[in-house]
């Protein structure tokens, strides 16, 4: 069997995916036709030619503008479940999903609906496909902390099916210590911690993340690469790195696959992680991500194997659970 074989064939886990980064074109032009909403492109095709990123804010662009015909609880339960039924094919068993209400509330869709499309699906996966699921809300970085305090207040009532909290958005400009008050919050109330740092970020945010914010995993993480005492620091602390490979081509983080960092951070100790961060806009799920550095590194067996138990390592599911996706 060939390291493809291999890498399409194993049990895997997804640990960064934004789930408004899973619309698909056609899945987008459907459910804005039954919502009766207009999008600015006018065909499939032509929405798929802007697919053409420069930096992580060109494709963030996009990404609201697509995101902006979701309205009701069923369109957020047909994206899910339509992300969940791709994945299970590449034998995903185990996803933690981001999702942005934010996005979606300052557009007058409640977070009651938000959430209950989008758990809703999460169970019927769980019971129609053995997968497991950690659901994480993720606050915006380019708005103040304030919001994401009002934002917080309102996901109270369903914190039973939120499992942790994120920071994504545009990087640059907006650094972790800009939301240490809501994450010390978040933490009180049982939480766990991510962060989007060092995507596009100095390494001095990924230090805000890890010594400001006590993250328990970093979200991407490629800047850190530039300081050893960063390394150091998230060796020592055995922090998950959730890297998206075809993510960092289109948004231009790497130039190509053969200089991406990945087999560097496994060199180094690092507990990298293989994600598709937003499929639908990167060019590929999760085989599609594997498939890409087996094909384009020198990536070997061993790596692959350390790769996909470093997912289950760094997953939010307890030991047991873990066990027996292994
Ligand atoms: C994102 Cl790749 C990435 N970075 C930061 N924020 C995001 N939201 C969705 N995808
Ligand atoms: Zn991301």
Redesign the pocket.
Known sequence: QTLLELAKKMPKTEL?L?IE?TFEPEQMFAIAQRNHVALTYATVDELKRAYQFESLQDFLDLYYQGMSVLLHEQDFYDLTMAYLKRVHDDNVVHVEI?FDPQAHLERGVSFETQIKGIYGALKDAERDFGMTFKLIMSFLRHLEEKDAFDTLALAKPYLDWIDGVGL?SSEVGHPPEKFVNVFRECKSLGLKVTA?AG?EGPPAYVWQAIDEIGVDRI??GNRALEDNNLIATIKQKALTLTV?PL?NLKLRVVDSLVEHPIRCMLRLGLNATVNS??PAYFGGYMNDNYAALVEETQLTKEELYRLACNGFEGSWLDQPTKAKHL
């Open positions: 960064h934004h980064g981001f994504d989007h995507e979200d991407h998206c993510s961060d937003d």
